[in-house]
Each structure stands twice: as C-alpha cells, then as structure tokens.
C-alpha cells in the first residue's frame, strides 16, 4: 500500500479491525449514482493527445486468458509508460477488433493494493496468471463470465481507480467499473447468486479526541439493462455500514461528520458533526 505521510494519519477500517454492527439492516433494491469525494490530481492527469508517439511504452504483463470459454483464449497485454504515468491494456480475441482500454495513470500490482492484514487476496483465488488482471468469478454457477480486476496506485488519502471488465452479450470486453475505490470484499451479498462490490470511495482521517472523517463503505451491485455495469446500490450500502461500520448518515465521504470513537462517559462509537464532536471535549470553565 503506497500511502504517503501526512499531517493527518489515514485508517481503514476493515483492515485494522475497526469495524462495529450498530444497527439492524434493510433490504436491497434501489440502484443510484456512485458518490465520493473527488480524485486526486495525480488521478486526473490529462490524457495525450497522441499516445501512439509515446517512445516508451514498456510491457509489464502478458498472458492468455480463456474469456469467452470457447477454448481460444484471449490475449492480454498490460503496457506501462513511465515517463508519461499512463498504462494501456489491449486484448485481442480471435474474430473480433483489439479491445484497447487507456489508463490515465499507471497500473499497479493487484497484491499491492492490500495491507498484509487484509484478506482479499487469500479469500479469492486469481483465476489468470497476471500479477495486475487479477480474475474472479462473479457466480458460483458459472453462468457468468468471470471479471476482469485492474488497480492504480493510492495516493495519500485517497484509494486508487479500480477497474473492473465484463463481456457483453456480444462477448467482447466492457469496462462494468471505472471509480475510485479500494475494494475489501466481493460476494454475494443478496442471495441473488451474483457477487457485488463493497469496499472504501475514500480512507478515514483521524484527528482530534479519537475522531475520524465520515467515510462510508460503498456496494456496488451489477445491473443488467440497459448494458451490463457496476452501481452503487443505496438498501445495499446501507445495511453493509450498519453492519460493518459505525452506523450509517448517507452515501457521501465527508470531513464535516465525525466518528466519536470514545464518547465522553462511555458508549459505542456516534457519528456527529465535527464541530459537535470538538464540543464534547470542550472543558466547561
């Protein structure tokens, strides 16, 4: 995990164990727009105008993947230039034109998204050989192809851009994901049969008396008209923080709630407005 220092030092819950069911749940239906908060300049570099004049593209994968499972593989070829900090992935399947996905940013090793107290990596087996594509199946049925997972580096406070790859009904590679995001999870969290995404938009901050930024999980759920991807689903993300998290105040990362991880007078962890949780340790005079 690439984080650099800061004034402020950056937790994520799951990893170190801060995680504490509060509330009963709610069920799953409603599908909205992903929210967070915005990603950081390193993310948003501008794309050159003309990357085929770029002189240094190096390859940093290659391998054979059967995709489509109709026993000719597909290739894959995970290209970085160092000078620029842009990648490129391009597969190439038998019959159909090269899929080319460009990468504002370089890729990382998927491993290296992870802390070693994380258990991502040991729960779901990489189903290719690449040290970047990291290939999981979204259903234990096999109905669906498996997706295709590709991380950037994080940077400070925020997590890297995760991208996750489909096939559509035409069976060739779509990009179902493209947000900035850390994922910690992917199973099924419905009963649906079908896995969904859950994981960090962005890394709490601590600060003050024990006190962290507001930063929600988010599950992602996948949506099948009008083309298959990835959304955040509201019922969903809801009940997995009043699971997993500190309780529950909405979708958005924000500075201006605060997690009170040690009330005064005791009790379990309270989500207030940051300049509520600087008064309760304001001594009275």
Same mark, same amino acid.
């Given at each position: 995990?690439?984080?650099?220092?800061?004034?402020?030092?950056?937790?994520?819950?799951?990893?170190?164990?801060?995680?504490?069911?509060?509330?009963?749940?709610?069920?799953?239906?409603?599908?909205?727009?992903?929210?967070?908060?915005?990603?950081?300049?390193?993310?948003?570099?501008?794309?050159?105008?003309?990357?085929?004049? /770029?002189?240094?593209? $190096?390859? &940093?994968?290659?391998?054979?993947?059967?995709?489509? +499972?109709?026993?000719? @593989?597909?290739? !894959?070829?995970?290209?970085?230039?160092?000078?620029?900090?842009?990648?490129?992935?391009?597969?190439?399947?038998?019959?159909?034109?090269?899929?080319?996905?460009?990468?504002?940013?370089?890729?990382?090793?998927?491993?290296?998204?992870?802390?070693?107290?994380?258990?991502?990596l040991s729960r779901n087996?990489? /189903?290719?050989?690449? $040290?970047? &594509?990291?290939?999981?199946?979204?259903?234990?049925? +096999?109905?669906?192809? @498996?997706?295709? !997972?590709?991380?950037?580096?994080?940077?400070?406070?925020?997590?890297?851009?995760?991208?996750?790859?489909?096939?559509?009904?035409?069976?060739?590679?779509?990009?179902?994901?493209?947000?900035?995001?850390?994922?910690?999870?992917?199973?099924?969290l419905d009963g649906d049969?079908?896995?969904?995404?859950?994981?960090?938009?962005?890394?709490?901050?601590?600060?003050?008396?024990?006190?962290?930024?507001?930063?929600?999980?988010?599950?992602?759920?996948?949506?099948?008209?009008?083309?298959?991807?990835?959304?955040?689903?509201?019922?969903?993300?809801?009940?997995?923080?009043?699971?997993?998290?500190?309780?529950w105040a909405g979708p958005?990362?924000?500075?201006?709630?605060?997690?009170?991880?040690?009330?005064?007078?005791?009790?379990?962890?309270?989500?207030?407005?940051?300049?509520?949780?600087?008064?309760?340790?304001?001594?009275?005079?």
């Amino acid at each position: 995990m690439k984080l650099s220092l800061l004034s402020l030092f950056v937790l994520s819950p799951i990893a170190f164990g801060l995680g504490l069911a509060m509330f009963a749940g709610t069920s799953a239906g409603q599908i909205v727009p992903a929210a967070g908060r915005e990603p950081s300049a390193a993310q948003t570099s501008a794309t050159p105008k003309d990357r085929t004049k /770029l002189k240094d593209w $190096k390859t &940093a994968d290659e391998f054979d993947f059967d995709w489509q +499972g109709s026993g000719a @593989p597909a290739h !894959f070829k995970i290209e970085q230039s160092q000078d620029e900090q842009l990648g490129r992935l391009t597969i190439r399947t038998n019959g159909q034109p090269d899929f080319v996905l460009d990468n504002d940013d370089v890729w990382d090793e998927f491993r290296n998204d992870f802390t070693p107290e994380e258990k991502f990596l040991s729960r779901n087996k990489n /189903l290719g050989p690449s $040290k970047y &594509a990291y290939i999981l199946s979204p259903s234990t049925s +096999g109905k669906l192809r @498996p997706l295709v !997972f590709l991380v950037t580096p994080q940077y400070g406070s925020d997590p890297g851009t995760l991208f996750v790859l489909g096939l559509d009904s035409s069976n060739r590679p779509s990009v179902l994901l493209k947000t900035t995001f850390h994922i910690i999870e992917f199973s099924d969290l419905d009963g649906d049969g079908v896995a969904e995404i859950a994981g960090q938009p962005c890394f709490s901050q601590g600060w003050g008396h024990d006190f962290l930024t507001y930063d929600p999980f988010h599950v992602y759920q996948l949506a099948t008209t009008p083309q298959p991807e990835f959304k955040l689903a509201l019922p969903l993300t809801e009940k997995y923080n009043r699971e997993h998290y500190y309780g529950w105040a909405g979708p958005e990362c924000s500075e201006d709630l605060a997690i009170v991880l040690h009330p005064p007078g005791g009790g379990k962890p309270v989500i207030v407005k940051s300049a509520e949780a600087k008064k309760m340790f304001t001594k009275k005079k």
